[in-house]
């Protein structure tokens, strides 16, 4: 499985490269955005996997735009890469210190606690008149590692670069769910007092999972600012916590991929219903993804499970002489 994983992933990653980049602008772009928000929904897999549900991943999601967004306004850098790079740290610093509170606590309590913190962010940034207040603010197309793309392909190398650092990630998350680590995680969801008394810190295994969906989170957002070209404080909202959870649900937490499927799938039905039923969008996403959760209660990935489930295992023959 770990082999047919790791050899899949590109190989898909490739197929939908080859779709985005021929593909018309408006899919390369809808792309883009379902694998940037993709890697915050993976960041929330990996603590649903240690049973901890975060109703404040927005916080760093905000964190990691807006940290890039300052940086190429303010310090003049226009590196990709660079500003990826200093959203990711300055979300893990933030979530350093956040986590040494928030991993103390388990079930709806770890929920609502980092869902306010969410929340203080967004405060802080809508009452700030020098970061745009409710409009926010652009970001200007930045280079890739010196590499400066025509504006007419601007968005579709922002495709490209997406989704190889969605690609390297889900990798990395596939080593480390089926390492000790991960192994160890799981078992805090199943009994965390025994992880205990085998000598091992719940606490740590939680406040590294803290900080790596901050990570995630982090790359996620600095993509979206630098695909859409504007941040603003609704990034760091409740409601945007509540989607990437919804997405989470959606998608199952039986594979990395699992995240990414329910990204597209989530943003190719809000954006049709969008575009056929403008008035009545939010009725029409809310009734078919219902119905998703309905009939597939335990995500999308799962109709993969049952696939592979159905086809049969080769069972040897066996003989037996039946005396007359």
Same mark, same amino acid.
């Given at each position: 499985?770990?082999?047919?994983?790791?050899?899949?992933?590109?190989?898909?990653?490739?197929?939908?490269?080859?779709?985005?980049?021929?593909?018309?602008?408006?899919?390369?772009?809808?792309?883009?955005?379902?694998?940037?928000?993709?890697? &915050?929904?993976?960041?929330?897999?990996?603590?649903?996997?240690?049973?901890?549900?975060?109703?404040?991943?927005?916080?760093y999601y905000c964190i990691g735009g807006?940290?890039?967004?300052?940086?190429?306004?303010?310090?003049?850098?226009?590196?990709?890469i660079v500003l990826l790079a200093l959203?990711?740290?300055?979300?893990?610093?933030?979530?350093?210190?956040c986590g040494i509170m928030v991993a103390?606590?388990?079930?709806?309590?770890?929920?609502?606690?980092?869902?306010?913190?969410?929340?203080?962010?967004?405060?802080?940034?809508?009452?700030?008149?020098?970061?745009?207040?409710?409009?926010?603010?652009?970001?200007?197309?930045?280079?890739?590692?010196?590499?400066?793309?025509?504006?007419?392909?601007?968005?579709?190398?922002?495709?490209?670069?997406?989704?190889?650092?969605?690609? &390297?990630?889900?990798?990395?998350?596939?080593?480390?769910?089926?390492?000790?680590?991960?192994?160890?995680?799981?078992?805090?969801?199943?009994?965390?007092?025994?992880?205990?008394?085998?000598?091992?810190?719940?606490?740590?295994?939680?406040?590294?999972?803290?900080?790596?969906?901050?990570?995630?989170?982090?790359?996620?957002?600095?993509?979206?600012?630098?695909?859409?070209?504007?941040?603003?404080?609704?990034?760091?909202?409740?409601?945007?916590?509540?989607?990437?959870?919804?997405?989470?649900?959606?998608?199952?937490?039986?594979?990395?991929?699992?995240?990414? &499927?329910?990204?597209?799938?989530?943003?190719?039905?809000?954006?049709?219903?969008?575009?056929?039923?403008?008035? %009545?969008?939010?009725?029409? %996403?809310?009734?078919?993804?219902?119905?998703?959760?309905?009939?597939?209660?335990?995500?999308?990935?799962? %109709?993969?499970?049952?696939?592979?489930?159905?086809?049969?295992?080769?069972?040897?023959?066996?003989?037996?002489?039946?005396?007359?």
């Open positions: 499985m770990k082999f047919k994983s790791e050899l899949g992933l590109p190989l898909a990653a490739g197929s939908i490269a080859a779709l985005g980049w021929a593909g018309p602008d408006w899919l390369s772009f809808l792309l883009t955005l379902a694998f940037a928000k993709g890697l &915050v929904v993976l960041g929330v897999v990996l603590q649903m996997r240690a049973g901890l549900v975060s109703f404040g991943q927005a916080l807006y940290a890039a967004g300052l940086a190429a306004k303010h310090l003049g850098i226009q590196d990709a959203g990711v740290v300055a979300s893990l610093m933030m979530a350093a210190l103390r606590y388990r079930d709806i309590f770890y929920a609502m606690l980092s869902m306010a913190l969410s929340m203080i962010v967004y405060g802080m940034l809508v009452k700030s008149s020098a970061l745009g207040s409710t409009d926010g603010f652009n970001v200007a197309n930045p280079s890739y590692l010196g590499f400066q793309p025509d504006p007419s392909q601007a968005k579709r190398v922002a495709f490209l670069v997406t989704l190889a650092i969605a690609l &390297v990630a889900a990798l990395v998350c596939h080593r480390v769910l089926r390492s000790r680590f991960g192994r160890l995680s799981e078992a805090v969801r199943e009994n965390e007092i025994r992880v205990d008394f085998l000598g091992i810190s719940p606490f740590g295994l939680v406040y590294l999972n803290y900080c790596g969906a901050a990570v995630l989170s982090a790359l996620g957002g600095g993509l979206i600012a630098i695909a859409t070209g504007h941040v603003d404080p609704d990034m760091a909202f409740w409601a945007t916590s509540g989607e990437f959870v919804f997405m989470a649900l959606l998608g199952g937490t039986a594979h990395v991929a699992a995240p990414f &499927v329910a990204a597209i799938v989530f943003s190719a039905v809000r954006t049709f219903a969008i575009q056929e039923a403008p008035h %009545l969008w939010q009725l029409t %996403l809310g009734s078919v993804l219902l119905a998703l959760i309905l009939f597939l209660p335990k995500g999308l990935w799962s %109709l993969v499970s049952r696939r592979r489930a159905a086809v049969p295992a080769e069972i040897p023959s066996v003989t037996k002489e039946v005396s007359p």
